[in-house]
């Protein structure tokens, strides 16, 4: 009924389809002055924003669904939470990403340079008495020599990313020690 654009110059745009209603825009919030680079979709109505100045913005879209004189309309809730900073002395553009929000923090990957990927975790840990902590962690994903990225995935819980590479390749990392990234298989086309 409703599709909706995360546009490269900072705007969530809006389009009803299915229902009558006028076109809509907001700006992006925590761009800061940046350009959005690079997009993914994550899980239904999760998102990914890689900037021009090499931060990962997450997006959830909501709709509330309202009724208007007897009329169902659909009303759009982008909710941008804060950007995370993968490489903050170098601040190069994101040039495709991948993630996953499990319960345990969320997971990201960013492509930089053609063999440059940066992996972010976040662990969270809920306290029996005081407030929750979080500790955050990035470090570079180890590469084969020679290895150009094309194609980056990841599963839901962010254990498993998916690199496709353009000797035809395809690398799989496991990522359940978030602190030791390890490639785990090779698959050849």
Request: hydrophobic share 40%; no cysteine.
């Given at each position: 009924?409703?599709?909706?654009?995360?546009?490269?110059t900072?705007?969530?745009?809006?389009?009803?389809?299915?229902?009558?209603?006028?076109?809509g825009?907001?700006?992006?919030?925590?761009?800061?002055?940046?350009?959005?680079?690079?997009?993914v979709?994550?899980?239904?109505?999760?998102h990914l924003?890689?900037?021009s100045?090499?931060?990962?913005?997450p997006?959830?879209?909501k709709?509330?669904?309202?009724?208007?004189?007897?009329?169902?309309t659909?009303?759009p809730?982008?909710?941008?939470?804060?950007?995370?900073?993968?490489?903050p002395?170098?601040k190069?553009?994101?040039?495709?990403l991948t993630?996953?929000?499990?319960?345990?923090g969320?997971?990201?990957?960013?492509?930089?340079?053609l063999?440059?990927?940066?992996?972010?975790?976040v662990?969270q840990?809920?306290?029996?008495?005081?407030?929750?902590?979080?500790?955050?962690?990035?470090?570079?994903?180890?590469?084969?020599?020679n290895?150009?990225?094309?194609?980056?995935?990841?599963?839901?819980?962010?254990?498993?990313?998916f690199?496709?590479?353009?000797?035809?390749?395809?690398?799989r990392?496991d990522?359940?020690?978030?602190?030791n990234?390890?490639?785990?298989?090779?698959?050849?086309?």
């Amino acid at each position: 009924e409703t599709a909706y654009a995360l546009t490269p110059t900072g705007r969530f745009e809006l389009r009803p389809l299915a229902i009558l209603g006028r076109p809509g825009t907001r700006d992006i919030a925590g761009l800061d002055g940046a350009t959005v680079t690079a997009a993914v979709t994550i899980g239904p109505g999760q998102h990914l924003l890689g900037t021009s100045d090499g931060r990962a913005l997450p997006v959830d879209v909501k709709f509330d669904v309202k009724y208007d004189t007897g009329k169902r309309t659909l009303v759009p809730d982008p909710q941008f939470g804060t950007p995370f900073t993968l490489e903050p002395d170098r601040k190069r553009p994101v040039m495709q990403l991948t993630g996953a929000l499990p319960e345990s923090g969320p997971v990201v990957v960013t492509q930089s340079g053609l063999s440059d990927l940066m992996l972010l975790s976040v662990v969270q840990r809920k306290a029996l008495i005081g407030p929750s902590t979080s500790e955050q962690a990035v470090q570079a994903v180890p590469l084969p020599p020679n290895t150009t990225v094309t194609a980056m995935a990841m599963d839901r819980r962010g254990e498993d990313l998916f690199l496709g590479t353009l000797t035809g390749q395809m690398l799989r990392y496991d990522l359940r020690d978030r602190a030791n990234p390890t490639q785990a298989d090779v698959v050849t086309a």
